[in-house]
C-alpha cells in the first residue's frame, strides 16, 4: 500500500479498476453503496467512515464524474500517482 496522508493508505487493482482507501483500521466494518461503484466502509462498533472502495476509478476521473466522499481526499492526486 502507498502513504497518501499519514492516517490515509490506498491500494489500486488494476485488472478491475478499483481504489481501494484505507483512512483508519477498524477490526470490524461494513461498506454502503453511496453512490453507484463508489462503497462507504464504516466501522461497526463507531460508526465512524474507514474508507472507501471506487470501482471505475481511472475511468471516473479521467472523465471529471464526481466522487463524493466525506472526507477531503485528494483523488486526482491518487491518480497521477498511479499514471
Do not use: C
Not at 6 to 12: G, L, M, R, S, V
Not at 33 to 40: K, M, P, S, T, Y
Not at 64 to 80: M, S, T, V
Amino acid at each position: 500500500m502507498l502513504m497518501l496522508k499519514k492516517y490515509t493508505k490506498f491500494e489500486y487493482n488494476s485488472m478491475y479498476d478499483i481504489l481501494y482507501i484505507t483512512v483508519k483500521e477498524s477490526e470490524d466494518s461494513y461498506g454502503h453503496e453511496d453512490d453507484f461503484g463508489v462503497i462507504l466502509n464504516y466501522d461497526y462498533a463507531t460508526k465512524e467512515f474507514v474508507g472507501a472502495d471506487i470501482w471505475d476509478f481511472k475511468n471516473r476521473i479521467e472523465n471529471n464524474k464526481i466522487i463524493r466522499l466525506p472526507i477531503n481526499i485528494d483523488l486526482k492526486e491518487i491518480y497521477h500517482q498511479l499514471s
